[in-house]
Each structure stands twice: as C-alpha cells, then as structure tokens.
C-alpha cells in the first residue's frame, strides 16, 4: 500500500473504490484485482458483503452510492485513484420501481462522476472512472429490424426501452461529458479532469453465482437449473436471441480497458461479444451437458418485449483494435471449458 502526500499536507491511503462489490461483476473483480496485485480495495455495497471477498478488501463499507455523507467520506478518508463503479438495479427489478432505479443507476453515477472529479482536482491525478454499461442502452424497434441488423455497432440503435437501459445510456453520456467538458465556461476548469472508459456487456453468464434482477437471466437460470437437477420454464421464446459472455472474460475485459494505454482509446464506450445463442440453442448444449434436464419454454410477454429489443449481437472491432480484445471462451468453449466443468464441480459439493 503506498502513501503519498496531500496538497493539504495529510496522508491518505491511495485506494482503487469498487461500488456495487457484492453483486455478480463485483465478486469476480476482486479476486481478480487481488489475484494481480491490487491490495488497495475499497468496496462498497448495499448489503454486507461475504466475508470471503471481505477479506481480500483493505477496507469495507456499507452503505448506499446516493449517501452523499458516505461517498464525501470516502473523499476525505482515501486518495481514491481509480473508480468501478458497477452498483445499479438491472432491467428487470428497474421496471418494478422505475424511479429508484433511476435514483440509484443516475444519481449515484452521477454522485460518484463529482466525487471523481473533486478527487483529480484535489490530488492533481486524474481519477480514472470505469463503468460496465450494457446491451440494455438498445432499442430495437422490432423483430424485422432485429434481425436485419445482426451485429450492430455502438452509435446505432440507441432508443432503449427500459429504464435501466435509458440509465445506462444517459450515465455513458455523463461519463463522456465529466471527461471532456465538466464545467467548460468555468474559469479555474482543469481540462479532461477524468478518465472515463465503458464497456458495454452483453448478458454474463458465471458458473459461480447466480444472477438476480436482469432480464438475460435466462441464459445463467437454465444451466443452473438444470446442473442442480431443477426443471427450468425459460421465460422467452427458443428462437429469442442476444449476445452473451462468460464472467472471466467480462472481468478480464474490465480490466483489460482499464489499463489500455489511453493514447490508442478512440472512444468512451466500447461494445463486447463473444457468442450468441439462441435461447433453443442454449437449452440443447444445456441438455447434452446435463441429460436430465427439464427446460420448457414459457415465454413472458413483458419480458420478452425487453429481451427483443436488444440486438441479435454487437460488432466489437473497436475494443478488439483498440485495446486488443479477445475472449477466450466461444460458444463451445465457454460450455466444455467453463461452465459445464465449473457448475458441476459447485454442485457437487454442495
Ligand atoms: N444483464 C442485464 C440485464 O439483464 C443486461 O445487460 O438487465
């Protein structure tokens, strides 16, 4: 852990702050920070988190993103040097309570985009602020155009149907400005205050947990299902069809975008892929790994309506030339390589 003076004179420990630490990305992500080295986690969560990822943390709080005492806090406690901020409300629970998720995916993003800033001016490094957007910033307008579509490119489409997508959408947007043009007519503005980098996920899919709130649950909530002997009623249509990745990859891309040289970053907001099946093709793989599996379609109107207005899949030859993007798991190899292996070896013990 290093020290470095204030400008005031303190010292505060340097700290990387990951917020939303006990959700699906988080848990991943601090191992693998950990894993490379990091020993300066501040993690910061709704709930408590497990005492597993606690102690890999150098320091834990409980505590919401919109806590504007809590996050001032953190300002005075830490040199905060670099920024995940991963907590929000997926697509799914968004729609229960659209004005909290609003709260809480906007307001905290753009509570935590001020702390950001505030933290460069004060430490005279500029913070760098990472943030996993998603395929929820899409609005396909129909199934035609869908599927005509294919893969589509990060500047198209975006007419998002959900508030968690209209979230998303927005926070890329003030990421971009806080980066840019934070205060542009103010006199003492310091230019590119922040380091703003987003990467937008298709749906993720571990082998570890399991996820909650999303509407790509689907995917994740068949193998589990099935890998633990549990009939599963997938909730779209066999021929729905989104991109997905697995956990690792999404963590390693995470990470990867993070500490790309920024002189070969072309843009803020990168789309990643790595396969997409549909939600039919999912459920045989499932059934060939798992023989006893019971998955029946019972598709959701409502949610099937979200999931058809994200794309069939993303073109991501920014990510892979710009900062060398590559999954290491394709359809086949994220199922015979990661998950199956993986999901089995959990419920066995279990
Ligand atoms: N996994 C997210 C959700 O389902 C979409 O990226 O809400």
């Not at 894993?35 to 709704?46: F, M, P, Q, S, W």
């Not at 999404?250 to 072309?266: G, Q, W, Y």
């Not at 997409?276 to 499932?286: D, K, L, R």
Request: hydrophobic share 35%; charged share 25%.
């Amino acid at each position: 852990m290093t020290q470095k003076p204030t400008p005031i004179g303190g010292r505060r420990n340097s700290a990387v702050l990951i917020t939303g630490a006990g959700g699906e990305v988080g848990h991943g992500l601090i191992r693998a920070l950990r894993e490379r080295g990091r020993e300066d986690i501040v993690a910061l969560d709704i709930r408590k988190l497990d005492r597993g990822i606690r102690d890999l943390c150098m320091e834990t709080f409980v505590g919401d993103i919109c806590d504007h005492a809590l996050t001032g806090r953190l300002l005075a406690t830490f040199e905060i040097t670099e920024i995940f901020h991963l907590a929000a409300l997926l697509s799914t629970r968004a729609e229960f309570t659209p004005e909290t998720a609003h709260d809480v995916n906007v307001g905290g993003t753009l509570s935590l985009l001020q702390l950001a800033a505030e933290q460069s001016r004060s430490h005279g490094n500029r913070v760098r602020f990472v943030l996993p957007s998603s395929i929820a910033a899409y609005g396909m307008p129909d199934l035609e155009t869908k599927r005509r579509a294919g893969r589509v490119t990060e500047d198209e489409y975006l007419q998002p149907t959900t508030m968690y997508g209209c979230n998303k959408l927005y926070c890329e947007h003030l990421g971009r400005y806080y980066a840019r043009h934070y205060r542009q007519l103010a006199q003492d503005r310091i230019d590119d205050i922040l380091d703003f980098r987003c990467v937008r996920y298709p749906g993720l899919i571990s082998a570890d947990t399991v996820p909650s709130g999303g509407t790509s649950d689907f995917g994740p909530e068949m193998i589990h299902a099935a890998a633990q002997g549990e009939p599963y009623a997938c909730f779209v249509r066999p021929d729905t069809r989104i991109p997905f990745m697995t956990m690792p990859d999404a963590i390693d891309a995470l990470i990867a975008l993070a500490h790309a040289d920024e002189s070969k970053l072309t843009r803020h907001v990168y789309n990643l892929g790595a396969f997409n099946p549909s939600a039919g093709e999912f459920a045989e793989i499932v059934t060939e790994a798992f023989p006893g599996a019971e998955i029946t379609f019972e598709p959701d109107k409502q949610r099937q309506a979200i999931v058809d207005s994200w794309p069939e899949d993303v073109d991501d030859s920014a990510a892979r030339r710009d900062w060398g993007y590559a999954p290491r798991h394709d359809l086949e190899t994220a199922f015979s390589e990661y998950l199956v292996p993986r999901i089995r070896a959990r419920y066995a013990d279990a």
